[in-house]
Structures are given as structure tokens and as C-alpha cells.
């Protein structure tokens, strides 16, 4: 669900860089204050990951593609303001060096993949996995939920800010200049294929993930790392 | 064998299954994509993660120019990485 080139227009781009610009800022700055540098390697570990992940890139029906992210899963390892920076790194390599995704939608990217659904679904396995011991199956189901519901964040955003191009850049016999989509048709060509596959896929590989592991080293994991 | 070492070869596993998004599709006749494709800016280097003129040679040199072009993107990120955590951990935090 990376969005290319030509398809936001030029104020939309500079919006979502706006909005990341100081979201940036404080990661980095989160970062010089929390990260170990026994955690380096697993942030590369996790930033190659969701790399690797993004590429299993799948054409839906309708003419959309998705694929699972795995910003969610670095988060409940790493806590989502480093994630937010894997998934940035990972989304900059892929804009330059594979034109997956525009170098002008770098930002929204950012938004959608490494912000809103890195820290919803940070903050639902948060809630649901509430004072439950390290190596309990709540935290297992806790990050297939946070997974499934991290990546239609992204999926709903990335159909919303498709979908209002053709209202605000059109000429005036109604052509659009951008991504010709309205919201009507956006959203549920996103979210649709999301909520009924790639959910589910992002659900099975944030889940099996925890509990390998849990089982590996429960010391892996954010909240043990204070 | 090392934690780590093991997540490396995980994902040195996925890269080389990730030819499956590309497989898969052809298998099943799917249609093409449209939010992932067009450039206007920035001639990427391997579009697509593909090398030049592979759609012509087939699934197999395809597939292998994406295998390769995971390892490149993974090994870069690797080095950014290292790079950015020991400026961000130069300073305390040293464990």
C-alpha cells in the first residue's frame, strides 16, 4: 500500500511531510535517550524485517496491492517510536533504491505504515495484554489483535488520502489531476482486501512472532527493557 | 546459535521466498496493480526490484532479480542502522 508518485498532490505531500518532520524528531530524540546499544542489532533485525516483509507484495482483485508490514510487531519489541524509525528507514530504501512507493509520498507513508499504525497497534496490544506476564498467551493473542488492527489503520488512511485527491485536484470538467479514485470506491478498495486478508496475514506473522519469541528470550521484548 | 544470528537467517529465508508475491499472482491470473508503479521524479535504480529488461526473460531471472535486490535492500538497512545506533549510543546508554 505504498502510494507512488503522481497519485497525492503537491499540498498533500507537504502536509504528511510537515505532520513527520517533527514525529521524526522526537523518535530520534527517543531514541538518543533509550536506545542500548545491545538493542542496536535487533532494531536493524527489525527495520530488515519489515524490509523483507513489504516485499511479498500481492495483486488484489479489483486492481489494488497489499502486503503485511510488520511495524506493529517491531513495536511490542522496541517500543513505537523506534519502529517508527525501522519502518522510515525501510520506506526511504524502497522509494529510492526500488521506486516502491514516491519519493513526494514519503511522508504519508511514513504516516499511514510507520506512525498511525505502528502506534495504534502498539498501544492496542498495550491495553489488551494490561499486566500480563511476559510469556502469557494474552501477549500472543494481544499482538495478533494489535497486527490486524495496526495494518487497516494504514489500509483506511491509505484509501482516505487516495480518495480525497480527485475532490481537491480536478479541473474544471471534473478531471482529476491525481489519483483518480473517490472515497467511495478508496476506502473499501483498501480497507476490504485488509480487513479480509492481509489482516489476517499481518495477525498470523505479528502472533507467531511473539511466541517464538516469548519462548526464545522474554528479555526481548519493550516493556522488559527498562 | 546466537539470537540474533537465527533472526538474520529468518530473514535471509524471507528474502528468498519473496518471489512468492510475484509467483503466486501469475498463478492465479490476478490483475495488476495500480497504487504501486508510476515514477516521474526519480529514475530508481532497480525499479520495481527488478534489473533491466528481466519482465522480457522470464519469472525465474525475474524472480532471481528480486531475491537479489531483498538482500541488497536488507544489507543497506543493516549498515544504516549500525551507522545511526552507534551516533545515537555514542553518548551513555552503553549496554
Not at chain 1, 57 to 64: E, K
Not at chain 1, 91 to 104: E, H, I, M
Not at chain 1, 113 to 137: D, E, H, K, M, Q
Not at chain 2, 63 to 92: E, M, P
Request: positive net charge.
Amino acid at each position: 500500500m505504498h502510494i507512488p508518485d503522481g497519485y497525492l498532490g503537491p499540498q498533500t505531500c507537504g502536509f504528511f511531510y510537515a505532520v513527520m518532520f517533527p514525529i521524526w524528531i522526537i523518535a530520534a530524540k527517543v531514541a538518543k535517550r533509550t536506545l542500548k546499544a545491545r538493542h542496536v542489532p535487533l532494531l536493524a533485525i527489525g527495520a530488515a524485517f519489515t524490509f523483507v516483509i513489504m516485499m511479498f507484495n500481492v495483486p488484489i482483485p479489483g486492481g489494488s496491492t497489499g502486503h503485511p508490514v510488520g511495524g506493529v510487531l517491531v513495536a511490542i519489541l522496541l517500543g513505537p517510536w523506534l519502529a517508527c524509525i525501522a519502518v522510515t528507514i525501510s520506506l526511504v530504501v524502497q522509494a529510492f533504491l526500488f521506486g516502491d512507493g514516491g519519493l513526494t509520498a514519503i511522508g504519508a507513508n511514513c504516516f499511514n505504515l510507520g506512525f498511525a499504525s505502528v502506534f495504534t497497534g502498539y498501544y492496542v496490544y498495550r491495553l489488551i495484554s494490561f499486566n500480563a506476564p511476559i510469556n502469557s498467551n494474552r501477549r500472543v493473542i494481544a499482538a495478533g489483535i494489535a497486527g490486524y488492527i495496526g495494518i487497516n489503520v494504514a489500509a483506511f488512511l491509505t484509501g482516505v488520502e487516495l480518495g480525497l485527491q480527485p475532490l481537491i485536484y480536478h479541473t474544471a470538467s471534473g478531471q482529476a489531476l491525481y489519483a483518480p479514485y473517490k472515497l467511495n470506491v478508496a476506502v473499501p478498495m483498501m480497507l476490504v482486501s485488509h480487513l479480509l486478508v492481509f489482516g489476517w496475514i499481518e495477525a498470523a506473522v505479528t502472533l507467531l512472532a511473539v511466541k517464538y519469541l516469548q519462548k526464545q528470550d522474554p528479555a526481548l521484548f519493550y516493556e522488559t527493557h527498562h | 546459535m546466537k539470537l540474533t544470528t537465527k533472526l538474520w537467517l529468518g530473514i535471509l529465508l524471507l528474502a528468498l521466498l519473496s518471489p512468492l508475491g510475484l509467483i503466486l499472482p501469475e498463478y492465479f491470473k490476478a490483475g495488476s496493480d495500480w497504487t504501486e508503479g508510476s515514477r516521474i521524479l526519480w529514475q530508481a535504480p532497480l525499479p520495481e526490484y527488478a534489473f533491466k529488461g528481466s519482465q522480457e526473460k522470464g519469472l525465474l531471472y525475474v524472480s532471481f532479480g528480486y531475491i537479489t535486490s531483498a538482500i541488497l535492500g536488507i544489507v543497506i538497512i543493516a549498515i544504516a542502522i549500525l551507522l545511526i545506533g552507534k551516533k545515537l549510543t555514542r553518548k551513555g546508554n552503553r549496554r
